[in-house]
């Protein structure tokens, strides 16, 4: 008996702590002031993912399956985007990184982010200036074929270059 009372109360005094936990949560959303450092502008978002193609000069760079290491393809591939940039120095661009939709979420953004990463290391190892290029990964995010095939998976494996802000 006295243990289901003990029980009893310590259930209770979770449920409150918890519910005036998410009271203050809520008071403290609501008192925030409008447009504090929000961005409200809407995102240029392609739901099929690549701009590499939109900027003549630079090729997407592809990799094997859960790698983000250059192969002898890839390096060409990298040294096309490398002439470019040297033939358009004021330019600026965002190295985008893409994964296939096997593998979680989280995994699969750390490993875009790597593929992205690899691209930029070589491209400043190649002579491009750290500040020209940005990353980001969106992981399996934004494929630019659906379907779970060799062919599919293959072509949403990929560094993307897209035009910096």
């Known amino acids: 008996m006295f243990r289901k009372l003990a029980l009893g109360l310590v259930a209770c005094a979770m449920v409150v702590g918890c519910k005036g936990k998410q009271t203050q949560s809520d008071e403290s959303i609501q008192t925030m002031p409008t447009g504090a450092g929000i961005d409200s502008s809407p995102l240029s ?4 993912g690549s701009d590499s193609g939109k900027i003549d000069g630079l090729v997407t760079v592809h990799f094997g399956y859960d790698k983000a ?6 390096k060409k591939d ?3 985007n490398v002439a470019w940039m040297k033939a358009n120095p004021k330019a600026k661009v965002q190295i985008e990184g893409h994964c296939d ?6 995994y699969n953004v750390a490993l875009g982010e790597r593929r992205a990463n690899a691209v930029k290391a070589y491209m400043v190892s190649s002579g491009i200036s750290a500040d020209r290029l940005s990353v980001i990964s969106y992981g399996k995010e934004k494929p630019l074929e ?3 095939s060799e062919s599919a ?5 990929r560094a993307n270059f897209v035009p910096a802000q």
């Open 45 to 48: 978002y392609d739901p099929m």
């Open 69 to 74: 290491n250059l192969d002898a393809k890839s």
């Open 78 to 80: 990298v040294a096309t």
């Open 101 to 106: 939709s096997r593998g979680t979420i989280e």
């Open 146 to 148: 659906t379907g779970d």
């Open 153 to 157: 998976w293959a072509k949403n494996r």
